[in-house]
Each structure stands twice: as C-alpha cells, then as structure tokens.
C-alpha cells in the first residue's frame, strides 16, 4: 500500500512522466524499483518538506502532557512512508499534521485509546504500531507462543517415547534368540510369548 | 538348531508412510503460504478501507474561485471525491476521466469535488484545471484536515459516496476507466 502512495507523494517530480494508466498499480508490484527509488526521494523530501510544511502553531502542552504525545506519536505509523517509520520520526507533510492533531486532541482531553481509535478509524489498524491485543490480533500475538508450546509437546512426547524404546530395544539385544530356550520357556509356562 | 532371525530383533518397524509425510507437507505448506503472501499484493490495497459503510466525514472547505461548499450541502446526491495535486502523475492520467464524467453532471445527478491534496503551489493547481477542462469545484485543504479525516496518506485517492451520505467505495491509485466504473456502480450511478 505504501509504495505508491509514498513515493508519490515524497517524489512526485520522479513520477511525472511514469507509466500509462495503472501505474500506481505497476510500481506496487514491483518493490525493486521502488527501492531503488527510495534514496532519492528521501532525499528529495528532505529538500523541500518543510518548505511545503503546513504552519500550524504547535498548542503549548505541560510537560507530562508533552511526553504523552511524544508516546503516541511514536506509537503511530507514518501512512505513506514505506520504511514503517513513526509519525514522531517522519518530516512529511501528512506526520506533521498528525503530530498536532495528536497534540490538539491531548489539549481537548482525550485519552490515549481515544487518539488511537481516531487514527485507526481513518487509517485502519496499519498505522498503529503497536496493534490492541483482541480481536483478530489475538491470534498475531498468540501464535508465537502457541508455536512454541506445540514444538515443546512435539519434542517432549519424542523424547519420552525413544527413552522407553531405548532399554526396550536394549534387552532384546541383550538376549538373542535361541529356539531351546524357547522351548523351555514354552513348556514350563513361564517368559515372553 | 540356533538360527537367529535377525530382521526380527534388530530392525524396528518403519514409521507408516503418512507419519513420514507429515513433515515436509508441514514445511512445504509454510513455504507456499510465505510465497504466496510475499508475491501477491494485499486485495484491499487499492480499494476498501476503515471508512466503508460509515458516514462520510464532514466538511466544509473553499474552492479556489472562492465559494464555500460543504459536503451536507450536497446531501441526496451521490458525491465523488478526488484527493489530488497538480505535481502528481497518476492524477494527470486520470483527469480525462473526470472531465468525462463532468460533463455527465445534472443537477441531481452525482456531484464531483476535487481536494488539493499538499499542493504546493495553487497556481499550478489552477493550470491542471485549465489543461484539462475540470468542470467542478476544487476545494482547497490547507491543514489537511479532511485529508485525515478520510484516511488519505497518498493521492491519487477517490471516494465514491452515496447518495444518503455513506462511503460506499475508496479507490488509491490512478483510476482506468473500469475502476471508476466499479466505483460509480457501487454508488447507484451510471458508468462513462
């Protein structure tokens, strides 16, 4: 998703003259180009980003306050920056905005869940970076450990079944067979068989 | 009288065939599902999103001629929305679109609204709208508030809304002609 939309908007003099019609479409499926057309547009974004940055004048927060947002915004994805980075790392036009929103609404009285919902309301879960534990996410966190204590029951029912194979196979070995022996055994009623 | 049979005391019985299956299937499977994920784009990358089936945010912002225009303004009209900016390539390659679709426009027919999306300059703005003979308001977003009011983090993005108001459609990418088709069908109106 970010493909297009990243490089788009951090490079769009590298994009002018692409492709016909579904060229967005063409540069998503094809990750090479757009890697290495990333440096450049990094680059290209640092020039000019902050010229074409919106000045909104920040809203003065108390210092705790202040390292909430700072939180947040490190909890929130850039959404049209391929690299994953956060709202609080990102110089884009679209993480500046969100910055102050999230500042805006820390003034209004929201609480963090409340900021988070507002983002993922608009942006879907992709920009949170630290995704809630319910729902479908649930089997995203669990899995890990699920995997794990699977892999443990695997390796434990192995290695008690080779430990009880083991001294099995061993007296057998010990013992090889001899047909009068097991003639006796037979007519005195007792050993294996 | 003391002949050893040896395939019965050394040799364990192999493991069924099925047992012996199970895991390279396993890692095969988590190969193909790796592949299959990594090769193939996610489906709802250039349409859907958390905004489908809700209420069309609010707006009101200001065209460039100057009038205010609000989205409740246009209530009881399917409304297309095009986030777009001047210095982006796809939105020059879908901007015969709209004028097609433009000239289409009765008075209660579906309306058509251009957000300038990071705009860096408005003149050029004005200049895209002039090459390409745009017949519809396009409304300025200077503190992109609508812009993430939508969940708009790249253009060219188009929102196909009903005519009660409620996203029926997103589109992100250049739109061809079948996507804006598919987009106009889901919002009850009649493809160009």
């Excluded at chain 1, 019609?21 to 974004?45: E, F, H, I, N, Y």
């Excluded at chain 1, 010229?51 to 108390?62: E, F, G, N, W």
């Excluded at chain 1, 929201?110 to 995704?131: A, C, H, K, M, W």
Aim: glycine letters at 10%; aromatic letters at 6%.
């Amino acid at each position: 998703m970010t493909g297009r939309m990243g490089i788009e908007v951090l490079a769009p003099s590298l994009l002018a003259g692409e492709g016909r019609g579904g060229g967005a479409v063409q540069q998503r499926t094809r990750p090479s180009r757009t890697l290495r057309l990333l440096p450049a547009a990094l680059c290209l974004l640092l020039s000019f980003a902050h010229a074409a940055a919106p000045t909104t004048p920040p809203a003065t927060l108390a210092p705790a306050q202040e390292q909430r947002a700072v939180a947040i915004q490190r909890n929130l994805r850039c959404p049209l920056c391929d690299t994953g980075e956060s709202i609080a790392e990102s110089r884009s036009d679209i993480s500046i905005k969100m910055r102050s929103s999230v500042r805006e609404q820390i003034v209004d009285g929201r609480s963090d869940s409340e900021i988070y919902t507002f983002f993922s309301q608009r942006y879907g879960n992709f920009v949170l970076l630290d995704p809630p534990k319910t729902g479908r996410n649930l089997l995203l966190w669990s899995a890990p450990l699920l995997a794990l204590a699977g892999g443990g029951a695997v390796l434990w029912a192995f290695l008690r079944r080779k430990g009880t194979a083991a001294p099995a196979s061993a007296a057998q070995d010990a013992e090889p067979y001899d047909s009068y022996l097991d003639q006796v055994r037979r007519d005195t009623g007792g050993g294996p068989g | 009288m003391t002949d050893t049979p040896s395939t019965q005391t050394t040799k364990p019985n192999p493991a069924p065939i099925w047992k012996r299956a199970i895991p390279p299937l396993i890692a095969a499977a988590l190969v193909g599902v790796l592949g299959y994920t990594l090769l193939s784009p996610a489906k709802n990358v250039t349409t859907g999103g958390p905004l489908i089936g809700k209420a069309a945010p609010a707006f009101t912002l200001t065209s460039l001629d100057g009038v205010p225009i609000s989205l409740a303004s246009l209530k009881g009209r399917p409304v297309v929305l095009n986030f777009w900016a001047s210095w982006c390539g796809p939105c020059r390659e879908e901007a015969p679109l709209f004028r097609e679709l433009g000239t289409q426009q009765t008075a209660d027919g579906v309306a058509i609204l251009g957000i300038l999306f990071q705009e860096t300059k408005e003149q050029n703005a004005r200049d895209f709208i002039k090459e390409y003979a745009l017949a519809y308001p396009n409304l300025r977003d200077p503190g992109i508030n609508t812009g993430v009011d939508y969940g708009v983090s790249g253009i060219p993005e188009t929102v196909f809304i009903d005519k009660a108001g409620i996203v029926q459609f997103m589109d992100r990418g250049g739109l061809t002609r079948e996507r804006l088709n598919a987009g106009l069908e889901k919002i009850g109106v009649k493809g160009i």
